[in-house]
């Protein structure tokens, strides 16, 4: 009888691409796993992460609850910031005005319009910077703009 024989070749053909997929798969997220000890310096936030778009969050004030941020960034290298001091300030103030990126293309200034504020970007959030040109750590209460839809 040849009818086992045809259902375990045609078995074997369907248990062996699943058997051997996965295992191309792990092999293949190994190697991208591993970090070169110099990284490509063409390689940075500036140019590659997705980082136009807008930006919200609360960050510290010392005489209020907080100071809600909105931060527009735009491809071409303009923004807008909307500012509102919670509890004392009613309406929001915006400016708009042109934005640089630093020399390694990880964080951005923003002109005079924006009070020179700096911030550090990463996938999806900007970090405010310390106005000495310092970054606090990623996880600092209050200092992290989340990207929102829209």
Not at 22 to 42: R, Y
Not at 52 to 78: F, H, Q
Not at 126 to 143: S, V, Y
Request: with cysteine; net charge positive; hydrophobic share 35%.
């Amino acid at each position: 009888m040849h009818h086992g024989s045809g259902w375990h070749r045609f078995f074997g053909l369907i248990v062996f691409p699943l058997v051997v997929a996965p295992l191309a798969l792990a092999a293949c997220a190994s190697n991208t796993q591993k970090t070169p000890v110099n990284p490509d310096p063409a390689h940075n936030s500036r140019n590659a992460i997705d980082w136009a778009g807008t930006y919200e969050g609360v960050t510290p004030c010392a005489d209020c609850p907080g100071i809600k941020l909105r931060l527009t960034l735009r491809a071409d290298g303009r923004y807008e910031l909307t500012t509102q001091y919670l509890d004392r300030q009613p309406t929001p103030t915006t400016v708009r005005g042109s934005f640089t990126w630093d020399a390694a293309g990880s964080a951005i200034t923003l002109d005079s319009a924006g009070g020179g504020q700096q911030f550090r970007v990463g996938e999806g959030r900007l970090l405010q910077m310390n106005r000495d040109g310092t970054a606090p750590a990623w996880n600092t209460p209050g200092r992290v703009l989340t990207r929102v839809a829209g």
